[in-house]
T-cell receptor, first 109, second 114 residues
Framework: LAKTTQPISMDSYEGQEVNITCSHN???????ITWYQQFPSQGPRFIIQGYKTKVTNEVASLFIPADRKSSTLSLPRVSLSDTAVYYCLVRTNAGKSTFGDGTTLTVKP | EAGVAQSPRYKIIEKRQSVAFWCNPI?????LYWYQQILGQGPKLLIQ????????DSQLPKDRFSAERLKGVDSTLKIQPAKLEDSAVYLC????????????FGDGTRLSIL
């Protein structure tokens, strides 16, 4: 399983765009990159998943360069309610993945 | 659609006692996972089921932890006897299948060992 590395914490202000980068140097050819969000006292919630280039949904965008050794989760115009822990995972086609310790994002007013 | 249901939400026991957690996955989800999340850390996979068969239990401390998924639907995770280091949140997740299908998590059971 590819190990992931993320910043431990990030601060931002309401209305800003936030980019959280994850490195996964040992990603395998068939692995996907998945991001989850976790609020206190709740289970992780799926945000977005991708294989290469760019994926966008209603809450976030995921940018993956051609070498796929890193990925960036982009949250547009964050609000106080986006304060949470964000996890980057690499998933194999057998459904295996490992959570790291995540990035704690704090959004300030 | 109803989410992953877990019970109880909280449990306090003394060390060496036993405890059980219950999980009901999203209807139709074939794959079920149990995770342990220690405060300040990411979730750690304990066991993964595909229907009622075990796919991965390599990180399950089998001398004290056991899990079953009878009939391929709901599941129970048991700890016997509990140790102080088992204090954690136990999360259940389910997905339609294995592979790249996203996992849907319940809100977990917070276990405190005295």
């Amino acid at each position: 399983l590819a190990k992931t590395t993320q910043p431990i914490s990030m601060d931002s202000y309401e209305g800003q765009e936030v980019n959280i980068t994850c490195s996964h140097n040992n990603i395998a050819t068939n692995d996907y990159i998945t991001w989850y969000q976790q609020f206190p006292s709740q289970g992780p919630r799926f945000i977005i998943q991708g294989y290469k280039t760019k994926v966008t949904n209603e809450v976030a965008s995921l940018f993956i360069p051609a070498d796929r050794k890193s990925s960036t989760l982009s949250l547009p115009r964050v609000s106080l309610s986006d304060t949470a822990v964000y996890y980057c995972l690499v998933r194999t086609n057998a459904g295996k993945s490992t959570f790291g310790d995540g990035t704690t994002l704090t959004v300030k007013p | 659609e109803a989410g992953v249901a877990q019970s109880p939400r909280y449990k306090i026991i003394e060390k060496r006692q036993s405890v059980a957690f219950w999980c009901n996955p999203i209807s139709g989800h074939a794959t079920l996972y149990w995770y342990q999340q220690i405060l300040g850390q990411g979730p750690k996979l304990l066991i993964q089921f595909q229907n009622n068969g075990v796919v991965d239990d390599s990180q399950l401390p089998k001398d004290r932890f056991s899990a079953e998924r009878l009939k391929g639907v709901d599941s129970t995770l048991k700890i016997q006897p509990a140790k102080l280091e088992d204090s954690a949140v136990y999360l259940c997740a389910s997905s339609l299948g294995g592979g790249y299908q996203p996992q849907h998590f319940g809100d977990g059971t917070r276990l405190s060992i005295l």
